[in-house]
T-cell receptor, first 117, second 112 residues
Framework: DTGVSQDPRHKITKRGQNVTFRCDPISEHNRLYWYRQTLGQGPEFLTYFQNEAQLEKSRLLSDRFSAERPKGSFSTLEIQRTEQGDSAMYLC???????????????FGPGTRLTVL | GENVEQHPSTLSVQEGDSAVIKCTYSDSASNYFPWYKQELGKRPQLIIDIRSNVGEKKDQRIAVTLNKTAKHFSLHITETQPEDSAVYFCAAGSSNTGKLIFGQGTTLQVKP
């Protein structure tokens, strides 16, 4: 499967615990995005990377949320001290941006469903 | 701030009829407008997109129109089929920033 992959697909945790999710983008894609989706809503943008540079993180929901993409390939999203309100689907997407004009199409992964008890 | 409004929230049509979903965006810097289809429990799938240098784009039974002056864009599905039933999301973004702002979604039900 050469699409975007995410791991784990489901995560159940207790309030106060830390969780980390992984996203592997399509191999030639240099942009990687994180979104959060709650039931009945559209994906909500959190942050994105171009290669290893995090270009926008203003939408990260609080300082408990952080993301990394250390080598410009896979990315991780960490939530510290989880709260019940963090329960949601966390989606990753990737795209290819070129100097000749960005190929804006974003391809989504299957998501990680987080349940905080 | 950046915002995308999508209407209607639910839409029910008979098989073979047309369906239209409308979106309005607030950020005048937006120049890329994709539409995604999301079936229950699955990832969003891109079905069609349009860039700000064109007013209309068509792909078989699906078409999208863009009015940049009014900051409106719409999805048109003709000859609907039961397999078109899903949640549809519009989004607005910029090639510079890459991020997409999504609408709230439209649940489309096509009755056989």
């Amino acid at each position: 499967d050469t699409g975007v992959s995410q791991d784990p697909r489901h995560k159940i945790t207790k309030r106060g615990q830390n969780v980390t999710f992984r996203c592997d983008p399509i191999s030639e894609h240099n942009r990687l995005y994180w979104y959060r989706q709650t039931l009945g809503q559209g994906p909500e943008f959190l942050t994105y990377f171009q290669n290893e540079a995090q270009l926008e993180k203003s939408r990260l929901l609080s300082d408990r949320f952080s993301a990394e993409r250390p080598k410009g390939s896979f990315s991780t999203l960490e939530i510290q001290r989880t709260e019940q309100g963090d329960s949601a689907m966390y989606l990753c997407a990737s795209s290819l941006a070129t100097s000749g004009g960005a190929k804006d199409e974003q391809f989504f992964g299957p998501g990680t469903r987080l349940t905080v008890l | 701030g950046e915002n995308v409004e999508q209407h209607p929230s639910t839409l029910s049509v008979q098989e073979g009829d047309s369906a239209v979903i409308k979106c309005t965006y607030s950020d005048s810097a937006s120049n890329y407008f994709p539409w995604y289809k999301q079936e229950l429990g699955k990832r969003p799938q891109l079905i069609i997109d349009i860039r700000s240098n064109v007013g209309e784009k068509k792909d078989q039974r699906i078409a999208v129109t863009l009015n940049k002056t009014a900051k409106h864009f719409s999805l048109h599905i003709t000859e609907t089929q039961p397999e078109d039933s899903a949640v549809y999301f519009c989004a607005a973004g910029s090639s510079n920033t890459g991020k997409l702002i999504f609408g709230q979604g439209t649940t489309l039900q096509v009755k056989p």
